[in-house]
T-cell receptor, first 113, second 116 residues
Framework: AQSVTQLDSHVSVSEGTPVLLRCNYS??????LFWYVQHPNKGLQLLLK????ATLVKGINGFEAEFKKSETSFHLTKPSAHMSDAAEYFC???????????WGAGTKLIIKP | GAVVSQHPSRVICKSGTSVKIECRSL??????MFWYRQFPKKSLMLMAT?????????EQGVEKDKFLINHASLTLSTLTVTSAHPEDSSFYIC????????????FGPGTRLTVT
């Protein structure tokens, strides 16, 4: 069965330092992959998506992610963290069979002042 | 574009009562809507998928008689939690998908249900 693994449940970085949130997926075909962000008690916002175009995908708020097929990874990065980036981040893949979303467990990003 | 709203954003109800949550696609027609439940510090759990004009498809373990879903129009789906109990307290999120064959889902802001 398809799956998404977010390798870290929590990531803590200092403001102004780089962010790396890791995601690995399993998929039979060329996958469609997403990163969503959820701020406390708020809805989900799409950060970026990969749909078999350029492997380096740029999203909102300075985030980007690189699709690496050989590593089955889609890690999310940002060069310089901001306090407003503190939130929960979800990596998601589209199911090959029924096009439903398969969710990672989430990574909580903590920004230290 | 592609805005999805939910109402109410927060609701507190007494045990044994029923609560209805609305999900609306504001600027597009949603052929398919999804209802998710999110437990504290957990990922989203898909409860059911509903296509306009047909019965919802529930995921395994979700009681269809307890969580009634109606997708009566292309812009509105409702989730009714019947005879609510404290264990039903959760964050409920809907999403909507547009034309058939499209895969991207647009999410509502969520509804925080607290059953006392």
């Amino acid at each position: 069965a398809q799956s998404v693994t977010q390798l870290d449940s929590h990531v803590s970085v200092s403001e102004g330092t780089p962010v790396l949130l890791r995601c690995n997926y399993s998929s039979s075909y060329s996958p469609s992959l997403f990163w969503y962000v959820q701020h406390p008690n708020k809805g989900l916002q799409l950060l970026l998506k990969y749909t078999s175009a350029a492997t380096l995908v740029k999203g909102i708020n300075g985030f980007e992610a690189e699709f690496k097929k050989s590593e089955t990874s889609f890690h999310l990065t940002k060069p310089s963290a901001h306090m407003s980036d503190a939130a929960e981040y979800f990596c998601v893949v589209i199911s090959d069979s029924n096009y439903q979303l398969i969710w990672g467990a989430g990574t909580k990003l903590i920004i230290k002042p | 574009g592609a805005v999805v709203s939910q109402h109410p954003s927060r609701v507190i109800c007494k045990s044994g009562t029923s609560v209805k949550i609305e999900c609306r696609s504001l600027d597009f027609q949603a052929t398919t809507m999804f209802w998710y439940r999110q437990f504290p510090k957990k990922s989203l759990m898909l409860m059911a998928t509903s296509n306009e004009g047909s019965k919802a498809t529930y995921e395994q373990g979700v009681e269809k008689d307890k969580f009634l879903i109606n997708h009566a129009s292309l812009t509105l789906s409702t989730l009714t939690v019947t005879s609510a109990h404290p264990e039903d307290s959760s964050f409920y999120i809907c999403s909507a998908r547009g034309a058939r064959g499209a895969y991207e889902q647009y999410f509502g802001p969520g509804t925080r249900l607290t059953v006392t």
